[in-house]
Structure formats: C-alpha cells, structure tokens
C-alpha cells in the first residue's frame, strides 16, 4: 500500500539548497523588473562611470535606461533602419552605434546629437566598439570586414578583411589601442593589430562565434558559439585554456563581473550562468521567462540587465541588507552550522509520521472536515497559505464541491470572508478565484434566500471587492497606455540644450547633413 503524501503548504517555497557565497551574493539582485521594449533586445551595454546608466538597443532606437529608477533618461532614434550595438565609451560621454544600412554613427550621450557618420560598410553592422584610448571606433559588418575609424578626423583609417561569413562579435582590448578581436559566422576568431594593419592570430571556435569578450589583462579572451564558452591564451598563439559547456542551447553573450573575476554567459536555453574565472566552475544560475539575447552588468553588481527575444528585459536590482550580510561572512567563514539543518535531519523519517488535522482528514477522505481544520480563526489567521494548499488539494480532488455544500450560515461567513480579505493577493488569486467560482455552483439556487442575512451580506461584501480589484486593475491599465504615449512622444521630443563647452566634439558637416529623427 502506498504511503500517503501530505499536504504541500509550503507551495511558494522552493527546495533547499546548499548556499554558497556567490548565490548568497547574487540572489540578492533579486526578482526583476520586466520592461517591454519595441522589439527583440540587440545589446545592452553599462556605461562604465556612476549613476552607470544602461544602453538598450532594441528595434531603431537606443534607449539609455536610470538603473535606480529603471526608467528611461535618453531616447537616441536617429536611425533609419534597425540600430545594432550601441555601447558608451569608457568615460560615458560618447556613444557608438551601427544600423542595418552599414552605417555607424557617434552620440554624444548628454544631447543625443550626432557627432560622428561613418560610412564605408557594404551591409548591416551589428557591433561597435571603442578601442582603449578612447579615440578611435571599430565596427563589425555583415560584409564580413571590420571597419577602423578615427574619431577626431572622421575618416576610415583601415578594413580588416579575412572572414568568409558574417561577422557577429568582436570586441577590443582594455589595455591595447592596437588589439581588436573578430569572430564570425565562420567559426574563426581573427585578432589584427592596427599598427601593422593585418590579422596576427587565428583561431577555431568550431560553431559561429556570437560573442566576445577580453579578461581585464588582456592576455586571455573568451568566445561563445554554439553550446560552448571557450578560454584562450592570446599570449600563447592562441591556445585553448578551456571549454565551458554548461548551457544546452546556443550561448548568445558575454559579460564580465566583480572587476573581471566572474563571468556571465546568456544563452536560448532561458538561463544566465556565472562562472568563477579562476577555476571556470558555475557558481550560480539565473533563470529567465524567455530566451535571452543579451546581458549587461553595472561596473558595481549593483545592476544586472537581460535582453530576451520577446522585446523584453529584466532589470536586476540589489538590494541591501545588513542581515544578509551577516549570513554572508558567516558563510564566508565557513561556519555552515550555523545556517543549514544537517544532513540527518532533512532526510524523511518513514517509521512514524506526524500528519496534521487536515492531513489526517484527507487520509479518510473526510473533506468537510479538512476544510473546517484549516479554517479554524488561528490557522486561516496565521497560515493562510495552508488553507489555500489545503483548498487548491480539495479542487484537484474535485472535493470542494462536497466540502462546502450544506453547510452552516458561520461557517460559510468564514470561508466569504476568507475569500474576501486573499483574493486580491497574486500568491493566492489563481485558487481562490476557482474556489469562488465552485461556491457559486454549489450555492447558486440558495442566494436568493440569504438576502439580508450575515451569509448575504458576505456574499455583497465579496462581490464589492471583486469590483473594487477589477477597476484597479482598468486605472492600472489606462496609466500604462499613457506611459507609453508618453514614451512615444519622448522619442520625437527635441534635445536636452546643454553648455557647448562639455560636448567632447563638435558635430561634422557630414553627421549633420545625415541626421535622421524616426517618428513612430
């Protein structure tokens, strides 16, 4: 005979598991904050100086998000067709972009202005980014070249060919000016020196390169293509120092964090790992609603933003708090006692078993008095998550229906009430409004006799808070469509007016007889 299972009141908690210092760490982001943009998420870059603004690249515009207040400062729709890669430079006042015209154009961050229009790229440029001396731009094309432009002049400095298919990824070096690194379509990685103006290593990711990133050194760069992240020694030729394979679909990004010692990798398996750089070991995962095309992360950890193929992202905030960090030096220091049951004690004991009231009912299939169990004043007070495991257990039994029908005028005052005081929490909604709805079958004939009665008005008081949920919810949705015409006029809205004297360049000819507004 099957042993019997009790009741899952604990149906919001999830399995315990082994903490370590990074998911203590990293679970502090947090739950999201989703915002939907107008299309699927490009890029999403942090500009490297304080408050760490974030770029969205979604659709034809660029959209500069506050992470604190998660709202958008700065519209940048300057675009004629789709905007790829928009990534700041590393003094935040600049900002770099590509279309899918094959052109690349240079903000200025603070007026939204264009500053630079780079042209010479046969089809759509999906990267750009600045080398480390901020003066010059390298732009990665579908023709299959990159593209090296200095910014003061304007002028295309050098094409970088060798690929023979699209390229997707690239980045440049955080120490060297001179280093850019390319990865393709055709599963190689190409890195060129400007001052010889050709490609000096290649090597073979075995699957289309979609990402790119250096370590803080510069010795050592990362790929991801495929189902793989893979670990290479630029000062070795190009020798492979290991091979990630942690995801079970393609690996779309790359990021890194805590000052280069962890690394994030996004994937369309719906997941965010993060690696210990030093022993290239997953230390936590992060689970997304939908398929992720790109991340980025603020310079303080602080912020943690997710790009998903749906047009939406979620924002990842930390949030503080002194408890925490307690438990996170105590984990620190190894005293795990101090947190975890031990080992003995999580493991069920099969010999005797303790079941509460309404477990012991439901064993005897005794639902009347299951439900009067968990609706005693101290239960439905205190636990009200156990009367609404207990009543979503009823439902899947197809007992509810048996548990609430003749029952006395009291107890039914308490079940309305019940309903009444939950229903408008988003743990419970779901089941209770399924438990409404099976009392309304079950005492659908008698209504008309608890007219005036406690029971009738019960029933009026639930019904007055059904209304007062379902006008909350039209005020919520009206505000949302106001936000987004808003946000609609935002985009065709002049640029902020600021001192001439801050612009780090004065805007070419040639950007301003290219400037373009979208208006939706």
């Known amino acids: 005979m099957s042993q019997f299972k009790k009741t899952d009141s604990k149906i919001y908690a999830k399995t315990a598991t082994v903490l370590s210092p990074d998911t203590i760490y990293w679970k502090k982001l947090g739950v999201p904050t989703l915002v939907k943009e107008f299309g699927a998420i490009d890029y999403i870059d942090f500009c490297p100086v304080e408050p760490y603004l974030f770029a969205v690249t979604a659709s034809v515009r660029v959209q500069i998000y506050n992470p604190i207040t998660k709202l958008v400062v700065k519209n940048i729709t300057k675009f004629q067709e789709a905007a790829h890669g928009g990534s700041f430079r590393k003094d935040g006042n600049l900002l770099v972009a590509g279309d899918e015209l094959g052109k690349v154009r240079l903000f200025d961050v603070t007026t939204r202005t264009i500053l630079r229009y780079f042209e010479g790229h046969k089809a759509p440029v999906h990267r750009t980014f600045f080398t480390a001396d901020g003066h010059h731009v390298a732009s990665f094309s579908d023709d299959r070249t990159v593209g090296y432009w200095d910014i003061a002049t304007e002028n295309h400095l050098h094409t970088f060919t060798g690929h023979e298919d699209y390229i997707r990824a690239g980045c440049t070096s955080p120490v060297s000016p001179n280093i850019i690194l390319s ?255 099976i009392l309304l079958d079950v005492y659908e004939d008698s209504l008309e006799k608890f007219a005036g009665t406690i029971v009738g008005k019960a029933f009026v008081t639930l019904a007055n808070k059904l209304q007062t949920e379902e006008q909350l919810v039209q005020e919520f949705l009206n505000l949302q469509g106001m936000l987004d015409m808003i946000s609609v006029a935002a985009d065709t809205a002049e640029p902020d007016t600021v001192d001439d004297a801050i612009a780090p360049y004065d805007a070419s000819n040639k950007a301003k007889n290219q400037t373009v507004i979208s208006v939706d």
Request: aromatic share 8%; net charge positive; glycine share 8%.
């Open 183 to 437: 990865g393709g379509y055709d599963r190689k990685i190409r890195m060129y020196d400007t001052r010889v103006k050709e490609c000096v290593m290649t090597v073979d990711h075995g699957q289309p390169v979609e990402s790119l990133v250096f370590l803080p050194s510069g010795g050592i760069f990362i790929s991801a293509g495929g189902t793989s992240v893979n670990v290479y020694d630029a000062l070795s030729g190009g020798r492979q120092l290991a091979q990630l394979s942690q995801h079970h679909k393609t690996v779309t990004c790359l990021q890194l964090a805590s000052d280069g010692k962890r690394l994030f990798s996004g994937s369309l398996d719906r997941h965010v790992k993060v690696y210990d750089i030093a022993t290239y070991q997953v230390v936590h995962t992060i689970d997304s609603s939908n398929a992720i095309l790109s991340l980025g992360i603020s310079k303080n950890d602080d912020t943690l933003v997710t790009g998903m193929v749906d047009g939406l992202i979620a924002i990842y905030r930390r949030e503080g708090d002194p408890r925490d960090e307690q438990q996170t030096q105590r984990v620190r220091k190894g005293h795990h006692q101090h947190i975890f049951e031990p080992a003995d004690q999580q493991v069920e004991e099969f010999k005797f078993v303790r079941y509460e009231g309404h477990d012991r009912a439901l064993r005897k299939y005794e639902y009347k008095k299951a439900l009067d169990a968990v609706m005693a004043a101290k239960v439905r007070g205190m636990w009200p998550e156990k009367t609404v495991a207990l009543i979503k257990e009823l439902i899947r039994r197809k007992g509810l229906h048996r548990a609430l029908d003749d029952r006395s005028p009291e107890s039914l005052v308490h079940f309305i009430n019940f309903l009444t005081r939950h229903i408008g929490d988003y743990r419970f909604t779901p089941v209770l409004i399924d438990a409404g709805n």
